[in-house]
């Protein structure tokens, strides 16, 4: 086993980090008061091929591996969670089905604008009646000519409102995963609605929203992989979604620990720092091994995913454990803050608000956890 990160993944981190630390923190806590779009800021990450990170180099893209990848999520979200879902949607769920299931003439027409930050992605799979049991969704596509017609809606669709493309499933044939096939959709196409911007407990600073399809039209080459195949393009996607999610929480669970330590030996109490008490050591400890485990099993999953090996059982477990363990870790932030870490002034509420999504979203911790098993029992 070697940990050592290569060349390239030690300066895409660094770079990252950077960019992060002085464009994205100093903005993240009025972003999220004012329930605010960082436009400037997510053109940025498309500027600097963040948006594209894993799109080839015959495509313009910066050719990153997928624990570079990994890397950025984390460093984006310790800076702020809401980008960390921006940089997702369009570097996982939006260019993964297309670089992995798409044709030459769709790949040429979407990655290099990717790579380039010219276009920001959505995915649009779940639906009122159809969240963790996602292969019962009720959009339909119906062929009429060398067109599918669409009519249905989606939730909770991140990026919706200000997306140029989005990765669609609908149901092409019967019931079940093997009716549901993907299309590639401009989000400007007549009949593609977006709904308004939700209101959330956290990442109040991406857009979240539902979409409404009637009549919409779109040519049959719109269709990404075959007839039938969409289910399995969703569920590869939400392979790399998982690592980015399990990535993006070790990104705020590190923001809590920090806050943590370093407001621990700022603040007196019985006539010394907080850092000299015990019980706030052994608190301070434990986020310390939680987040380098985590940080490992997230870091795994990318290693097989960029040697071609399954990865579905390590990015279960990976996001699983990652963002329970930093749903705690904020919990304990707020705590070692106490009645400070309750108000706005301090960023610990902040990450506390946002980071309980990370154990719902991509698939639920009850979800994970049935993957995991299936995999332990050989189903």
Request: net charge negative.
């Amino acid at each position: 086993m070697d940990f050592t990160l290569s060349d390239d993944q030690r300066m895409i981190r660094d770079m990252v980090r950077g960019f992060a630390d002085s464009e994205i923190k100093p903005i993240a806590r009025e972003i999220d008061h004012r329930h605010e779009f960082p436009h400037r800021t997510a053109k940025r990450m498309g500027e600097l091929g963040l948006l594209g990170i894993t799109v080839p180099e015959e495509y313009g893209g910066p050719g990153a591996d997928y624990v570079s990848f990994g890397l950025t999520a984390e460093e984006v979200a310790r800076a702020c969670a809401s980008h960390s879902v921006i940089y997702g949607a369009c570097a996982s769920l939006s260019v993964g089905p297309i670089l992995n299931h798409g044709t030459e003439e769709q790949k040429q027409a979407w990655l290099p604008r990717f790579a380039r930050g010219e276009v920001m992605g959505c995915y649009a799979l779940s639906e009122p009646e159809a969240g963790s049991d996602a292969g019962s969704l009720k959009t339909t596509a119906r062929k009429e000519g060398d067109e599918f017609v669409i009519d249905g809606n989606k939730v909770f669709c991140s990026n919706a409102a200000v997306a140029d493309v989005c990765i669609l499933f609908a149901r092409t044939g019967g019931a079940g995963p093997k009716g549901v096939s993907a299309f590639i959709v401009p989000t400007d196409s007549e009949g593609f609605t977006v709904g308004k911007n939700e209101s959330k407990l956290g990442l109040n600073a991406s857009y979240t929203n539902q979409l409404y399809f009637e009549g919409l039209r779109v040519p049959a080459e719109s269709m990404l992989g075959a007839e039938g195949e969409g289910f399995r393009i969703a569920m590869g996607a939400l392979d790399t979604g998982r690592i980015m999610a399990a990535a993006g929480s070790v990104g705020i669970a590190r923001a809590a620990f920090e806050d943590s330590v370093a407001y621990a030996k700022e603040r007196v109490q019985f006539g010394v720092p907080i850092a000299q008490h015990q019980a706030i050591q052994f608190k301070l400890a434990d986020m310390d091994v939680a987040i380098e485990a985590a940080r490992n099993l997230y870091l795994k999953a990318a290693w097989l995913k960029d040697r071609g090996q399954p990865c579905t059982h390590a990015a279960s477990r990976a996001k699983v454990f990652a963002s329970e363990m930093a749903m705690r870790t904020c919990i304990e932030a707020v705590q070692i803050h106490g009645g400070n870490g309750y108000i706005k002034d301090y960023n610990v509420e902040r990450y506390m608000r946002d980071i309980k999504i990370f154990e719902i979203f991509e698939g639920t911790s009850e979800i994970q956890r049935m993957v995991i098993a299936r995999h332990v029992l050989g189903a």
